[in-house]
């Protein structure tokens, strides 16, 4: 799909930076969790090492906490040199570990017997996604069409044979990835925006926390993709670096973080999350791991209701 042209892009620039400033976040609006990501050097029943970051993490366990590997999981999952998610709770003690967990996006290239080429987008490349038998069935429950040309989205775990499929991140939307009906381009653009927030790569990445946006402009510096679609809302375009206030609907946190890549597999899916009720469509934030957990948001169910207020630059007189 073409992208917006200059005129559309001023237009919205317009639209967007004469508005007045969003209002704040809502009152009840928490502070969110301590997560991180790191690659497991020991594991107790009462503690997990990590190397993080360069230095070594220590993490307390209980018997509260929730392990995860391709499903429900124990305390063997916590091999020494795999890599994981960890979100802590309220008192910091470890509550969900995630193990060689992944998530894989974007536009089918190819299907064979047993795995689908996927095409993630300008930034991250194409991946082999294998679809064991056992999680083909609810594969197939959300994600009918597995032929070139659709869209699909699944929750992996690592493997020899790289990804593994698991689960559907979301529903498959019904039409094929280069046939998104784009926004009016004098369409208004909302001051906080309401969707889906989502998240992006996988236990083992070095994205620095943050958020990929579906609508990095192009433009000059900005380090947009040129072959982005321009989603299916209308969305403020922004430039890396930018600041955005994230708030999980479902959860009730909320954090600012910036804007680490273009979301452009992003602004392919005009689907809706239904964590809590259904949102509206569109997803308007791709988060990182790390980013995603911290707001409260289980990566193993892909998703939660999201309402994103950017930070725009205000004009003088």
């Known amino acids: 799909m073409p992208s917006p042209s200059r005129d559309a892009r001023r237009r919205r620039r317009a639209a967007v930076f004469g508005a007045p400033p969003a209002p704040p976040g809502p009152?009840?609006?928490r502070p969110p969790l301590r997560a991180v990501s790191g690659i497991v050097l020991d594991a107790s029943p009462h503690l997990l090492v990590l190397a993080a970051g360069g230095t070594e993490v220590r993490l307390?366990?209980?018997?509260?906490?929730?392990?995860w590997h391709g499903g429900r999981g124990g305390l063997a999952a916590l091999r020494p040199g795999?890599?994981?998610?960890?979100?802590?709770?309220?008192?910091?003690?470890?509550?969900?570990v995630w193990v060689e967990i992944g998530r894989v996006a974007?536009?089918?290239?190819?299907?064979?017997?047993?795995?689908?080429?996927?095409?993630?987008?300008?930034?991250?490349?194409r991946a082999r996604v294998v679809i064991p038998p056992h999680a083909l069935g609810?594969?197939?429950?959300?994600?009918?069409?597995?032929?070139?040309?659709?869209?699909?989205?699944?929750?992996c775990v690592g493997s020899p044979d790289g990804p593994r499929?698991?689960?559907?991140?979301?529903?498959?939307?019904?039409?094929?990835?280069?046939?998104?009906?784009?926004?009016?381009?004098?369409?208004?653009?909302?001051?906080?925006?309401?969707?889906?927030?989502?998240?992006?790569?996988?236990?083992?990445?070095?994205?620095?926390?943050?958020?990929a946006y579906p609508a990095v402009d192009s433009e000059g510096a900005a380090g947009g993709c040129a072959d982005a679609p321009s989603g299916c809302a209308p969305f403020p375009y922004l430039s890396l670096g930018s600041g955005i206030t994230v708030?999980?609907?479902?959860?009730?946190?909320?954090?600012?973080?910036?804007?680490?890549?273009?979301?452009?597999?992003?602004?392919?899916?005009c689907d809706r999350c239904v964590?809590?009720?259904?949102?509206?469509?569109?997803?308007?934030?791709?988060?990182?791991?790390?980013?995603?957990?911290?707001?409260?948001?289980?990566?193993?169910?892909?998703?939660?209701?999201a309402s994103v207020r950017p930070d725009l630059p205000v004009e003088g007189p």
């Open 275 to 305: 964590e809590c009720g259904a949102s509206p469509r569109g997803r308007i934030v791709e988060l990182t791991p790390a980013a995603f957990a911290a707001l409260g948001g289980d990566l193993d169910a892909g998703c939660f209701n």
């Open 60 to 67: 307390a366990m209980s018997g509260d906490t929730r392990v």
């Open 106 to 125: 974007g536009t089918i290239l190819a299907c064979g017997r047993d795995a689908v080429e996927v095409d993630m987008g300008a930034h991250r490349g």
């Open 247 to 269: 708030h999980n609907e479902c959860g009730g946190r909320a954090a600012t973080v910036p804007v680490v890549e273009c979301g452009c597999t992003a602004a392919r899916f």
């Open 27 to 29: 009152a009840e609006a």
């Open 165 to 211: 499929a698991v689960r559907p991140g979301t529903s498959q939307p019904g039409y094929r990835a280069d046939d998104l009906a784009a926004p009016e381009a004098t369409a208004p653009v909302p001051e906080v925006l309401r969707g889906t927030a989502t998240w992006f790569g996988d236990a083992g990445g070095e994205a620095p926390d943050g958020a």
């Open 82 to 96: 795999r890599p994981v998610i960890v979100r802590r709770g309220e008192r910091g003690v470890a509550e969900r």
């Open 138 to 155: 609810r594969i197939l429950v959300r994600h009918p069409r597995l032929e070139p040309g659709y869209l699909i989205d699944v929750i």
